[in-house]
Every structure is written in C-alpha cells, then in structure tokens.
C-alpha cells in the first residue's frame, strides 16, 4: 500500500453477540487516500466506521488515527438537520461547532463545490435525499477535516447526482483523507485507491482497488453487430476460450458471447469480427454482480491476500 498510513486498527473487535460486529479488523489506510470500505448489508461497515470516528468504542483491539480527533468527521448517510435552518446556516453552525473559523466565502465555497450553490438561501425541510447528503458534505468539508468519513456518501443520488458527488469525493484527496464505505462495488471501484472488503463482520480482503476491478470484469458480453447473429455465433463458438455464444432473442442483431475470462473476450471477441469483415457496433459486458464478486472475494486465495 502506498504512503504513511493516517489511520491503523490492530484485532479491532465490536462484538453485539449472535455473530454481529466487527472481528479481528486489521486496517491500514494510507494518508491522502481515498479508502473504500465495501460489504453487504450488515458486515458491520457503519460499527467499524463510527468506531474510526470515535464515537463507538471498541470491545478490544486498538485504534490509532495520526491525527487530533477533532480533526476526524463523519458524515451519515442521510445527515439530519433543524428542518427551518437554510443551507447556509446550516454550514455556518456546522463551522461554528467545530470551533473552525469560516467567512461567508468560506460557507458559499462549500456549497458551491457540493453543487448547492443555487440552493443556499432554501430551508433544509423539502430538500431531497440527495441534496440532504450533499448539505452533509458542505457542512463536513466547511470544517477542514484531515479524514472525512463517509457512510454511504451517493445512496440517496440520482445518476447524474450520483457521478458528480463521486467525483468530489476523488477531489477532495488533495485536501483531505477520505474513508468511506458503500455497498456498491462500482462507486468503490470509481472513486477508491484502497479498499477493504468486510464480510461478516471480518476483512476477507484490503489492498487496491484495481484488484477487486479486475475481479469484477465481465467474463459475458452482448455484442452488436451489423450482420448475421446467427454467424457470427457461428464464428465465434468456434473459438476454444469462447464458452457460449448464441443470438440474442429479443435483439435481432445481439450476440450474447460468454468466455473463459475478461481479458480473452475483451481482445478475442473484435480481433475475430474483424478477421470477419464483420461491423462491431458496441460490445457491453453484463455486470458482475456483488454477490459474485464477494464470493470471489472469500476464496481461499483472496482471504490469504487480506494479510499483505
Ligand atoms: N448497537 C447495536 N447492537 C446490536 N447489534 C447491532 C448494533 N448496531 C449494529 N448491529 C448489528 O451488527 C451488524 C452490523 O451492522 P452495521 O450497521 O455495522 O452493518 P453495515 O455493514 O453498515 O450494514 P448496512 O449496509 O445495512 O448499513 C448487523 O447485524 C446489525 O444488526
């Protein structure tokens, strides 16, 4: 992992009993990066998250954050506020409880880079979801934070709402350390340099980023094209890394291709339609899903990777 690490955990253990909690948590997140903090609903992602913000204890094991604690913040994933306070006042307490001293500018500043700049003046009360976590974010960043912890920082976002908030998110490793945990792999994978993944209560893998994304490329595809389906099912079927390959009912022109791994589809598949003389019109892997990446994720190889 690279740079001196801001935050450590060593056999961090918040045990609720009947297998709940957090187990075992050895951590160590890297200043100025952005950490992600992946699992399924219940792997105990918040406990060990409030516990880096010091607002749970742990039962046993040790934190150690490179930093003075007031200087740690965390964001939940839909924050609550007075419902009359306007934006800007809500930023402007938000300094003021930190002890954090900051201009209007200052204020106006952190609603603008969250995209509320348009907002400012509105109460809170009929805000969205979505612009109830940005205010969550202006009201954090307007603190000067070294480690912003954020749970579930773009659940409540729209698509578009979604890709702007992630890309604040990367923004802000040159001003701060960012940990934040999610349940989806792909703002992980968008956003994160490092990631742990919790499963149970337990890290089955930490390290970075790329090497959940290489596990998570699509190994199936549709492929469109302008031609024959049926031919180029033919073709392609003919392949030895090709392990299904049949045309797609419902699209006339759609192939859907499977292979014995991502990188073999990925060159394989446009390197045999041009052999062809075939058009390749566009070429989408279906998605891997969580569960399967996770279960990956448990083998025996990723569970020994966790200790490095
Ligand atoms: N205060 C508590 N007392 C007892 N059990 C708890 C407590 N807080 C959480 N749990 C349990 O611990 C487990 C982990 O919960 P936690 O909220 O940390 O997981 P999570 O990964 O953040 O889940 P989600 O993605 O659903 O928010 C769950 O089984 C939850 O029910």
New binding site residues.
Partial sequence: MHGTPIITTKKLTRD?GNG??VFDVDLSIPRGSVFGLV?P???????LLSVLAGLRRAGSGSVRVGTASGRVLLCPDIPDFEPWLTATEVVTLSARLAGVPATEADTALALERVGLAEAAHRRNARFSRGMRQRLGLAAALVCRPEVLILDEPASGLDPRGRVDVLALIRSLREDCTVVL?S?LLGDVQRVCDDVAV?VRGRVVYQGPVADIADRGRPSAWQVRVRGSAERVADLLSAEPWVTGAFPVEAEPDCVHVEATGAAAGETGIPRVLVEHGVPLVSMNGYEADLESAFLSLTSTDATDRSSR
Avoid: I, Q, R, V
């Fill in positions: 609720y709940a909690g699992g609903n219940g792997a105990g992602k918040t406990t945990a349940h919790l």
